[in-house]
């Protein structure tokens, strides 16, 4: 049984597009967390060591971080074709535009929000120019990021452009990527299960 461990309109709400996405059952556990208006706070039923979401547990096993579960649930459901399956010659593209996002994206668009600028950073991570220029090439190319089909890279993607526009390219291609995300039917049902708890 999976169980996931999820907080309203946080990074958790694209763990529930995902699930929609799949098709895949799955009871979600609402925690608290702290929120950026004070309000909240750690939750003592959340199993993540930092208190955090995402958190999913699957018989017992405990997964955390973003992009592992979302790599963890497109294996559980390999009929789904979210994820091109080991052997098609897109798994290379797919895996690294996960990695990427939570290697290098999330971290520049941190340093940005936060306006921490160091050498060091744009040695080790690159910045905003570089991440702008992959994701304009990649949807300049193809409809979607991995290629013209939809994936669970797109939900990634797409969940930070629809909560934080700004952290994608400015400009109507990625207006229209967006769009074209979170337009789909899971996409809506689960923004009905990700209303804010009374
Ligand atoms: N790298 C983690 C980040 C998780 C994360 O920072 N989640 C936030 C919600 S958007 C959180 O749980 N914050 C609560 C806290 O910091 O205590 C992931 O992608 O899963």
Same mark, same amino acid.
């Given at each position: 049984?999976?169980?996931?461990?999820?907080?309203?309109?946080?990074?958790s709400?694209?763990?529930?597009?995902?699930?929609?996405e799949?098709?895949?059952?799955?009871?979600?556990?609402?925690?608290t967390?702290?929120?950026?208006?004070?309000?909240g706070?750690?939750?003592?039923?959340?199993p993540?060591?930092?208190?955090?979401?995402p958190?999913?547990?699957?018989?017992?096993?405990?997964?955390?971080?973003?992009?592992?579960?979302v790599?963890?649930?497109?294996? /559980?459901?390999p009929?789904a074709g979210?994820?091109?399956?080991?052997?098609?010659?897109?798994?290379?593209?797919? /895996?690294?535009?996960?990695?990427?996002?939570?290697?290098?994206?999330?971290?520049v668009?941190?340093?940005?929000?936060?306006?921490i600028d160091?050498?060091?950073l744009e040695?080790?991570?690159?910045?905003?120019?570089?991440?702008?220029?992959?994701?304009?090439?990649?949807?300049?190319?193809?409809?979607?990021?991995?290629g013209d089909?939809?994936?669970?890279?797109?939900?990634?993607?797409?969940?930070?452009?629809?909560?934080?526009?700004s952290a994608?390219?400015?400009?109507?291609?990625?207006?229209?990527?967006?769009?074209?995300?979170?337009?789909?039917?899971?996409?809506?049902?689960a923004?009905?299960r990700d209303?804010?708890?009374?």
């Amino acid at each position: 049984m999976l169980t996931l461990i999820h907080a309203p309109q946080s990074r958790s709400s694209r763990i529930v597009w995902l699930l929609e996405e799949l098709g895949a059952p799955c009871d979600i556990r609402y925690v608290t967390i702290p929120r950026m208006d004070g309000s909240g706070g750690p939750d003592a039923d959340n199993p993540h060591p930092d208190k955090k979401v995402p958190a999913l547990l699957h018989d017992g096993a405990l997964v955390t971080e973003s992009v592992a579960i979302v790599q963890y649930l497109t294996d /559980l459901h390999p009929k789904a074709g979210l994820a091109p399956l080991a052997g098609d010659p897109k798994r290379g593209a797919y /895996l690294t535009w996960l990695a990427w996002y939570a290697g290098v994206v999330e971290p520049v668009i941190t340093h940005e929000f936060l306006k921490i600028d160091h050498p060091n950073l744009e040695r080790t991570f690159r910045g905003r120019k570089e991440v702008d220029g992959r994701i304009l090439d990649a949807l300049g190319r193809h409809a979607f990021l991995v290629g013209d089909d939809f994936s669970a890279v797109d939900v990634v993607f797409a969940s930070l452009g629809h909560w934080f526009r700004s952290a994608l390219p400015a400009g109507d291609r990625v207006d229209e990527y967006v769009k074209a995300c979170i337009d789909r039917p899971a996409f809506r049902r689960a923004m009905e299960r990700d209303k804010p708890r009374a």
